[in-house]
């Protein structure tokens, strides 16, 4: 099972709403990994969690939250979001988080709008 | 951060061979090369990696130049669902991230 699964597929929140993105992986990978991408843009790297702690937080604003219950999930909590927030927000895992050595599966993403 | 450039799009045949180029002439001795892409309304997705010698799986080849400044994704026979951004990556040693530069996006005509 080589999949990255993503929920909800579609999310439509307004700028007071706390929402939380979830990410499952069950392939044993050790390294979990928030994206952002906007439209017709390359994906952005939000965090990095190796063996379930956050290893890189690329300065998100703070109103995004990780977090990494066990080493199959990874969450993204979503408070008081402004619209420029509105993206794919992408999910990814490897075997270790070494960039050089190992490949990266993705999750098909969750569409978010904020309202 | 050594980066690469690649042409903004790209476009080919159906059932053609097709050739994705790739520069990173500032690339060091021991950076990965990776290639992902992304298929519309998808999450990306890997296509191979390498550190010198070329490189095949089922689904693409990898050449890379001598000097390692450059190199090529082969794409062999072209389908219409190889349709895609392709990204070419540089993979540092002892780094946890992946950069996305801004990638070639591939049409291919029926």
């Known amino acids: 099972d080589t999949e990255v699964t993503q929920t909800p597929k579609h999310l439509v929140m307004g700028m007071t709403n706390k929402k939380s993105l979830k990410c499952e992986q069950h392939?044993?990978?050790?390294?979990m990994y928030w994206y952002k991408q906007k439209a017709k843009k390359p994906p952005e790297l939000m965090f990095v969690?190796?063996?379930?702690?956050?290893?890189i937080n690329e300065s998100v604003p703070s109103r995004f939250s990780p977090e990494c219950p066990n080493s199959s999930l990874l969450n993204l909590h979503l408070h008081a979001l402004q619209p420029e927030d509105s993206a794919l927000y992408l999910c990814?895992?490897?075997?270790?988080?070494?960039?050089?050595?190992?490949?990266?599966?993705f999750g098909p993403g969750t569409r978010l709008t904020v309202t | 951060d050594a980066k690469t450039t690649q042409p903004n799009s790209m476009e080919s045949n159906e059932e053609e061979p097709v050739h994705l180029p790739c520069n990173h002439s500032?690339?060091?001795?021991?950076?990965?090369i990776h290639w992902y892409r992304q298929l519309p309304s998808q999450g990306p997705e890997y296509v191979i990696h390498?550190?010198?010698s070329n490189v095949n799986n089922r689904m693409a080849s990898l050449a890379i130049a001598e000097d390692r400044k450059s190199s090529t994704l082969i794409l062999h026979r072209a389908t219409l669902r190889d349709a895609a951004v392709y990204y070419c990556?540089?993979?540092?040693?002892?780094?946890?991230?992946?950069?996305f530069g801004q990638g070639t996006r591939l049409t291919i005509n029926p």
């Open positions: 990814a895992s490897s075997q270790e988080s070494s960039a050089a050595h190992y490949e990266q599966y």
């Open positions: 392939m044993g990978h050790r390294a």
């Open positions: 969690y190796s063996y379930e702690k956050l290893s």
């Open positions: 500032t690339i060091s001795g021991t950076d990965y």
């Open positions: 390498g550190l010198t």
């Open positions: 990556i540089l993979g540092y040693q002892g780094a946890q991230k992946l950069v």
